[in-house]
Structures are given as C-alpha cells and as structure tokens.
C-alpha cells in the first residue's frame, strides 16, 4: 500500500500543537473455539507434527493453516501448550501442528507446563491468527516449520498479493460504539497486486462473513459491506486468480460497546517507526492477564492535537505480545507487555526466543 508522506499546513499546524493525553486502549481477539478433538494415542519419538485423534468434531476439517491448537488435559484444566496448526492440517483420524519434542511446551513457557501431550486429552481448536502463524519454528537459524508443503507451481506462476483495508485501515479494524445496540458499517476492500506471470489474468473473489453481519452486500466481489454489531469477528476473502491460483486472505474485526469495552493501558514506550514498531505497554495484571500467549492485539486511542484530529497521523497498532513479565507493586501486580508490529514480528525470526516469556494468569 504507498504511503502519502506530505503534511498538509492545516495537520502541520494541529501538530504543533500540545497533544491531547487521551487514554489508551488494548484489544485482543478472543478465545473462539471452532472445533474440538481427543488424542487418540501418545505421541512416540523424539519429535513429531501429527496427532492422533478420535471423536473430531464435525468442524476440524475447516480448521485452516495458521490457527491456534489449544491442549489440555481431558478435563480442559491444565494446559499442555498452544501449538500452530500446520497446512494440510486436518482429517478425521489426524491434526498436523508444529514439529514439537514430547516434551514442547509449543509458545508456553515450559516452566508453566506439568505434563506432556498423551493419549484422551482435549485439543480445541482456536480461531486465532497469532504469533505463531508469523514467527515459524526453527532451529540454529533454519526455519522448518513446513518442510513438507508442496512448492507446486509457485516458481513458476505464484499466486498474487491479495491486500484487504478495512474502513480505510490496513487489515484489521478496531472501534468502539456508544450503544450496545448499535452496529459499525464495514466496507472491506480487497485489491490484488499481480506478478508479471500472471499478466492478462482475471480474478475472482468470494468473501465469508460472520453468521451475525446484516445487510451484506459484495460477497462475491472485490468490496464487501455490511453492518456488524459488537463482537469479535474474523472475515475471510478467497481470491481466485485464474493462473495464479488460489489466495486466502483474512482480517480481524473488533467492535466494542459500553457493555464490552476495551482494556485501559498505559503506553510507556513507543519505538515504532516507517517500518516496523514495538510498543511496551503496563496494566494490572487482572486487566492483562487474560490475554492469551501471542494473541494478535490492537493499542489505540482517540489521539488528537489540539484538539483536533489529524488524519494522517498514527492512531495505534495491530501487533503482537510477545511478553509479559509481572511485577508486585504494593497493593496490585501489573506488567509491562511488548507488543511487535507484524513487520517487527517478521524481522525479529532470528532474535526472539523459542517460547513466549510469560507468567500465568
């Protein structure tokens, strides 16, 4: 997407101008279960990406790459680790994740972890694009998270570059109604940006939409509308190129109400420039600590200058958490959380360690 780097004199003029300490919020996508499975046996060997399983749910077979496994116990009560779900990733007999060791804790700090994954217990299935769809797995600096994908035709015709905006935000969209009974219009836009292999082409798109989305319009085209009420939604869009190929694409849609608002935070460092960003943010640990490992996040506020907006300026950021150490402050805990943009996730592959750095709630 190009940038329109030009100030205008009137957004010169609000800049210079003190700005407005509005508060700052944080919103995260929620646990939603999609599908459910048993470990059918106990994984044997040193290590292993496929599981056994038994009574599936009927979803697991829509289960896509990049998802979030959950495992427990088969009493949901003590957690095993999060693991990512791998291409090709289900069957009725069998869930493909991550290459793990018995003992892998996946991005669960392994001293948080009381047992490894063994026969009966509960796999959910989360509907979560976190850090684990972003940062692969490796090892001494090779990434073999999905050694077995087939490469295909890709070198030859790969398929396009879908992008999606999101009422003139980048992907993902996060707001706030002042009704519990209100609903957002949304306007999501694909745009295709095509390799020279497929010049002359022509594109398709169909577009999935929550169940709870009114007057959807679009479906099959580039631009998709709709009213949505509060919620926490995920949108997919699957473009078809007709040489490229097949290309699925998805945003995140938060919508807040007075019955469901966001988290308070405090922004207390901000390091975040043209190409990537990190901001640490410190809240009360009952404020944050529900917050699941690597969930994708959203910091932002209604920032202005002045008093007044300035369009251009940044308003917040979807990233990442990446950790968040507690401390006791007499009377409360809190934590100072970091949070990778998802360009800054991608250039720290190398640097940042094997597991998440967290405490439990």
Same mark, same amino acid.
């Given at each position: 997407?190009?940038?329109n780097?030009?100030?205008?004199?009137t957004?010169?003029?609000?800049?210079a101008?003190?700005?407005?300490?509005?508060?700052y $919020?944080l919103s995260?996508?929620? *646990?939603? %279960?999609?599908?459910? @499975?048993?470990v059918?046996? #106990?994984p044997? =060997? $040193?290590?292993?990406?496929?599981? *056994?399983? %038994?009574?599936?749910s @009927?979803?697991?077979?829509? #289960?896509?790459? =990049?998802m979030a496994?959950k495992?427990? *116990?088969?009493?949901g009560?003590?957690l095993?680790g999060?693991?990512r779900?791998r291409?090709?990733?289900?069957?009725s007999?069998?869930?493909?994740?991550?290459?793990?060791?018995?003992a892998?804790?996946?991005?669960?700090?392994?001293?948080?972890?009381?047992?490894?994954i063994?026969?009966t217990?509960?796999?959910?299935?989360?509907?979560?694009y976190?850090?684990?769809?972003?940062?692969?797995?490796t090892?001494?600096?090779?990434?073999?998270?999905?050694w077995d994908?087939?490469?295909?035709?890709h070198?030859?015709t790969?398929?396009?570059?879908?992008?999606?905006?999101?009422n003139?935000?980048w992907?993902?969209y996060?707001t706030?109604?002042?009704?519990?009974?209100?609903?957002?219009a949304i306007s999501?836009?694909?745009s295709?940006?095509?390799w020279?292999?497929?010049?002359g082409?022509?594109v398709t798109?169909?577009?999935?939409?929550p169940?709870?989305?009114?007057s959807?319009?679009?479906?099959?085209t580039?631009?998709?509308?709709?009213?949505?009420p509060?919620g926490?939604?995920?949108?997919?869009?699957?473009m078809?190129d007709s040489?490229g190929?097949?290309?699925?694409g998805s945003c995140w849609?938060?919508?807040?109400?007075?019955?469901d608002?966001?988290?308070?935070?405090?922004?207390?460092?901000?390091?975040s420039?043209?190409?990537?960003?990190?901001i640490t943010v410190?809240?009360v640990?009952?404020?944050?600590s529900?917050i699941?490992p690597g969930?994708?996040?959203a910091?932002?506020g209604?920032?202005t200058w002045?008093?007044?907006?300035?369009?251009?300026?940044?308003?917040g950021?979807v990233g990442?958490?990446y950790?968040?150490p507690?401390?006791?402050?007499?009377?409360?805990?809190?934590?100072?959380?970091d949070?990778y943009s998802?360009?800054g996730?991608a250039?720290?592959?190398?640097q940042l360690p094997?597991?998440?750095q967290?405490h439990p709630?």
């Open positions: 997407m190009p940038r780097v030009a100030l205008t004199a957004e010169q003029s609000r800049l101008s003190r700005q407005h300490l509005a508060p $919020y995260y996508h929620k *646990d939603t %279960s999609i599908a459910t @499975a048993t059918a046996n #106990t044997q =060997g $040193y290590s292993y990406a496929k599981l *056994d399983v %038994s009574g599936t @009927a979803n697991l077979l829509t #289960t896509r790459d =990049g496994a495992i427990t *116990d088969n009493f009560t003590t095993r999060y693991y779900v291409p090709s990733a289900a069957a007999t069998y869930l493909n994740i991550e290459e793990i060791a018995p892998d804790p996946g991005f669960l700090a392994s001293s948080f972890r009381t047992g490894a063994g026969a217990d509960l796999i959910t299935i989360i509907e979560r976190d850090l684990y769809a972003v940062k692969p797995h090892v001494s600096g090779v990434i073999n998270q999905d994908i087939l490469v295909g035709t070198n030859v790969p398929e396009p570059i879908l992008n999606i905006v999101v003139g935000r992907r993902d996060v706030m109604l002042d009704n519990d009974t209100d609903k957002a999501a836009i694909a295709v940006i095509k020279p292999t497929s010049a082409s022509t798109y169909a577009w999935t939409v169940a709870a989305f009114t959807v319009a679009g479906a099959g580039a631009t998709l509308t709709a009213n949505a509060p926490d939604y995920i949108v997919y869009c699957q078809v040489i190929g097949t290309f699925n849609i938060r919508i807040h109400s007075p019955s608002p966001p988290l308070k935070v405090n922004v207390t460092s901000d390091t420039d043209m190409n990537n960003g990190k410190r809240a640990k009952s404020v944050i529900a699941p969930a994708k996040v910091v932002w209604p920032m002045g008093g007044l907006d300035v369009a251009s300026a940044r308003h950021m990442y958490l950790q968040q507690f401390s006791h402050v007499p009377g409360f805990y809190e934590t100072s959380a949070i998802m360009v996730a250039l720290a592959l190398c094997a597991n998440l967290l709630p």
